[in-house]
């Protein structure tokens, strides 16, 4: 449980789709659990629909805009939560772009946008561990969380969010390793194959229905044939920024029903 902890989720809005984001579910699972949750996200107007959704149970939420493409942005939202609420317990980094930022493979990848994938999915979040720690060392003890992708591990066609995704779990492991000694815990989290805005909405095409996308990664999936829900993102995240996974620091967590290891 989260009771008296700051939350910060980075992408806490999301793409629209009909279906919820990770970024969302897991703002919504960490007030749930008794969060104070900063929902910062590019797209404000999102973040502030993820509010209303927290705040709508009763719960305590306020709106942030950043752009993880620009440090002073990372920089402004920090000093805005920590003057809110004077502490940064838990960052979970989830903001991430494939298909939509233009990904292709290795041999069609355009040099400005393999530049713009690395700006958002990579060195987004380290800037926002590099301003998010020093409150965390001060403090002797913090959760941070980044959303890496099963796409690290399995074969994936696009090079930009594979590659980027798998730095994202080389930053974790160097987060926790070096930030121990201050009490500080580091886990990135990879989904699979999930059924959220960001997953499907970019894969539906005149010539592919909605109804055809899920079914074709619904038959991948070794648990129950179906895939992952952001919700599943978002207990997992839960449980590591909790103190019940308080021994548990630089792993790489799977979510993806089997598929690793299928």
Not at 128 to 140: D, N
Not at 230 to 242: E, G, N, T
Request: aromatic share 4%; glycine share 10%; hydrophobic share 45%.
């Amino acid at each position: 449980m989260l009771e008296d902890k700051v939350a910060l989720v980075v992408g806490g809005g999301q793409t629209p789709g009909e279906t919820i984001g990770n970024g969302r579910a897991t703002a919504i699972q960490f007030a749930r659990e008794g969060a104070r949750v900063a929902v910062a996200d590019v797209d404000q107007d999102s973040a502030r629909e993820t509010v209303d959704m927290i705040t709508g149970e009763g719960m305590t939420a306020e709106a942030y805009y950043l752009d993880v493409r620009q440090e002073n942005s990372i920089r402004e939202t920090t000093a805005a939560v920590l003057q809110r609420w004077q502490k940064i317990d838990v960052l979970h980094n989830n903001v991430g772009v494939s298909i939509a930022g233009g990904d292709a493979a290795v041999e069609d990848i355009a040099a400005a946008t393999y530049d713009r994938l690395v700006e958002i999915n990579q060195r987004g979040m380290v800037l926002t561990c590099k301003h998010v720690l020093p409150c965390m060392r001060a403090a002797g003890s913090g959760v941070i969380l980044n959303v890496s992708s099963l796409a690290a591990w399995k074969p994936y066609p696009l090079v930009g969010y594979k590659t980027t995704k798998a730095a994202v779990i080389a930053l974790t492991e160097q987060l926790a390793a070096l930030n121990a000694r201050y009490g500080i815990r580091a886990n990135a989290i990879l989904p699979g194959l999930m059924n959220t805005p960001m997953a499907i909405e970019s894969r539906i095409t005149a010539e592919t229905s909605r109804a055809q996308v899920v079914a074709q990664r619904d038959r991948q999936v070794p648990l129950g044939g179906r895939m992952g829900t952001a919700w599943d993102v978002a207990h997992a995240a839960a449980f590591l920024a909790s103190e019940r996974a308080g021994y548990i620091t630089g792993v790489a967590l799977a979510v993806d029903g089997g598929l690793s290891v299928s």
